[in-house]
C-alpha cells in the first residue's frame, strides 16, 4: 500500500487557477520522484524508526515455529516476487496502493511466520534497487524502505501466537482477521511514528482517504489466501499471482496515461482562459484588474458555500471571464463617465450574451463556464438580465460572481464615480440581500471580509451614479 510517501508503499488569477483543487488533487497522483537525499531530521526518524523494526523482527524470526518451508531457491522466489509486486503502484485515494498482499498472505504460510517480516523489509529494499540505480530516488531511502516494513510485524506476531502457518485452514478465519487488522494497526503506528519523530507532533491522519489505500489491502487479502491454498505441497506456485498484479500494472499505467491527457487538457484550458483574461485587459484595464480581483473574492467564498472541485474550477473561469464579452462593447460606452443612456446601457447589457458565444465557440469546459457567465447579470428576485432568471433557476457560481462582481465595483474607482468606502459598500451588500444578492453568498461574503484586515478608505468625494455594477 502506500500513502504518496516513501511507502511501498504575477496576476491574481494565474495564482488562483494554479491552487485549483482539482489540478492539485491530480498532480498529487503522480508518482512519487525521491532523488535528493533525506534532509537529517527525516533520516534521523526513519532511522529510529527502522532500527526498532529490526529490534522486533530479528526476535521475532529467532524464536518463531518452525513450520513452513525454509529452502534458499523458496526464500529467494519469495523476496523477489515481492519485490516485483512493490513495484507496481496504482493510484488510490490521498496515495497509492500496491498489491503485495498477492504475496504476503502466502509468505505466512510457506514460510516461518516469524521470518516474514525481515523478507519483506528484504523484498521492498530489493524492489527499490532500479530506482536507486537509476536516480530517481536517493540511496538513503533504503532506510525508509526498512522502517515501511512494519506493517509485516503485526500478521506474523498473530501467526507465531495462534501457532499457524504451514497449510491454511477456513476454520483460522477469525485468527486471518486478527492478523489483517493488525497489519492495519501496525502500518499506522509506524507511519504515526515517523511523522511524530520528524515532526516533533502527532500527526492528525486523513483516515478518511487513507482509508482507500487500506482498502486495497483489504480486497487483496482474501486472493491471497486463494494463492496460499494454490500454493499447498507447491510453495512456488506462489508466482501464479503474478499475472494479476502484471494486469493491475497494465491498468495503472492505463489510468495514469488518461490522467496526464487530463491535466494537459486543463492546462490547456486555463491557457485559453488566461489569454482572454489578457486580452480584456489589453482591451479595457479596468475590467481586466477588476475581474483578477472579483477571482480571489469568490474563490473564498465558494468553499464556504459548499462547492465541489469541479463548481470551483468553473467559479475561478467564471469570475475571470464574466466581463470578457465586453471587448465587443464600444469603449466610448464602457468609459463613459456619466450617466448611460437607455441605448447604451441595452448595448452594455448584451456583454453577457456576447460572452457566452465567445466561450461556447472554445468548447468543453469553457462552453460551460459560458452558461454562467451568461446569468453573471441576474438578480435573486428576477430582475436581472438577460434571462429574468431568479433565485434557484441562477447557476450558484453566477450568483456568486454577480455579488463579488458588486462588491468589487463598489470599492474601486469607477469611470463615474471614486470608492465607496467600506462601511457603505458592505450596509449596500446587507439592504439588497434577498433582492439583488442571493441572501447565503451576502452572508459568505461579510463573513470573508470580517476575516480580513480592514483596508484604509477612500478619502469621500462628491459620487454620482448608481451604487452597484452595471
Not at 178 to 192: E, I, K, R
Not at 417 to 429: G, I, M, N, S, T
Request: charged residues 20%.
Amino acid at each position: 500500500m502506500g500513502t504518496g510517501t516513501d511507502r511501498n508503499n504575477g496576476v491574481a488569477p494565474r495564482l488562483a487557477l494554479e491552487r485549483s483543487a482539482g489540478v492539485q488533487r491530480l498532480l498529487s497522483q503522480g508518482r512519487p520522484q525521491l532523488p535528493e537525499r533525506m534532509l537529517s531530521s527525516e533520516l534521523r526518524a526513519e532511522m529510529i524508526v527502522a532500527l526498532a523494526f529490526i529490534a522486533a523482527a530479528v526476535p521475532l524470526a529467532l524464536f518463531s515455529p518452525r513450520v513452513g518451508g525454509r529452502s534458499p531457491g523458496l526464500v529467494l522466489l519469495l523476496v523477489v516476487l515481492y519485490a516485483v509486486t512493490s513495484r507496481i503502484e496504482f493510484d488510490v485515494g490521498a496515495g497509492y496502493g500496491v498489491p503485495t498482499q498477492l504475496v504476503f498472505v502466502p509468505m505466512l504460510y510457506a514460510m516461518p511466520p516469524g521470518w516474514v517480516p525481515l523478507l519483506v523489509a528484504s523484498g521492498i529494499v530489493v524492489g527499490k534497487i532500479p530506482s536507486y540505480l537509476g536516480g530517481s530516488r536517493s540511496p538513503d531511502r533504503a532506510v525508509a524502505a526498512i522502517a515501511n516494513s512494519w506493517h509485516a510485524v503485526g500478521p506474523a506476531t498473530v501467526f507465531v501466537l495462534a501457532d499457524l502457518g504451514g497449510s491454511p485452514r477456513w476454520s483460522q478465519w477469525p485468527f486471518l482477521l486478527a492478523a489483517l487488522g493488525a497489519q492495519l494497526a501496525f502500518d499506522v503506528a509506524g507511519s504515526g511514528a515517523r511523522e511524530w519523530l520528524r515532526l516533533g507532533e502527532v500527526p492528525k491522519l486523513p483516515l478518511r482517504l487513507l482509508g482507500l489505500v487500506y482498502l486495497t489491502d483489504v480486497c487483496l487479502s482474501p486472493i491471497g489466501l486463494a494463492v496460499a491454498f494454490a500454493a499447498v505441497g507447491h510453495p512456488a506456485a506462489v508466482a501464479i499471482s503474478l499475472p494479476l498484479g502484471g494486469l493491475l500494472m497494465f491498468f495503472a499505467r492505463d489510468r495514469r496515461a488518461r490522467m496526464q491527457a487530463v491535466l494537459e487538457l486543463s492546462r490547456a484550458y486555463r491557457g485559453t482562459a488566461l489569454l482572454l483574461g489578457d486580452v480584456v485587459e489589453a482591451d479595457d484595464a479596468y475590467t481586466g484588474s477588476h475581474s483578477r480581483d472579483v477571482v480571489e473574492l469568490v474563490m473564498a467564498i465558494g468553499p464556504k458555500m459548499g462547492l465541489d472541485e469541479d463548481q470551483l474550477r468553473k467559479l475561478e473561469f467564471a469570475a475571470l471571464l464574466h466581463d470578457v464579452g465586453k471587448i465587443a462593447i464600444p469603449n466610448e460606452i464602457i468609459n463613459k463617465s456619466g450617466p448611460l443612456t437607455d441605448e447604451e446601457r441595452a448595448v452594455i447589457e448584451t456583454h453577457t450574451v456576447v460572452g457566452e458565444a465567445m466561450l461556447d465557440n472554445v468548447g468543453g469546459v469553457l462552453g460551460e463556464v459560458g452558461k454562467i457567465v451568461r446569468s453573471c447579470h441576474e438578480r435573486h428576485d428576477g430582475l436581472g438580465y438577460p434571462d429574468g432568471l431568479a433565485r434557484e433557476s441562477i447557476p450558484v457560481e453566477a450568483r456568486i460572481v454577480a455579488c463579488c462582481d458588486a462588491f468589487n465595483a463598489m470599492t474601486t474607482d469607477r469611470p463615474y464615480r471614486l470608492a465607496l468606502p467600506l462601511a457603505v459598500a458592505l450596509d449596500e451588500l446587507r439592504t439588497h440581500r434577498g433582492t439583488q444578492f442571493d441572501p447565503r453568498v451576502v452572508d459568505c461574503l461579510l463573513e470573508v471580509v470580517a476575516e480580513d484586515a480592514e483596508p484604509p478608505e477612500p478619502a469621500v468625494a462628491e459620487r454620482a451614479g448608481s451604487h452597484l455594477a452595471a
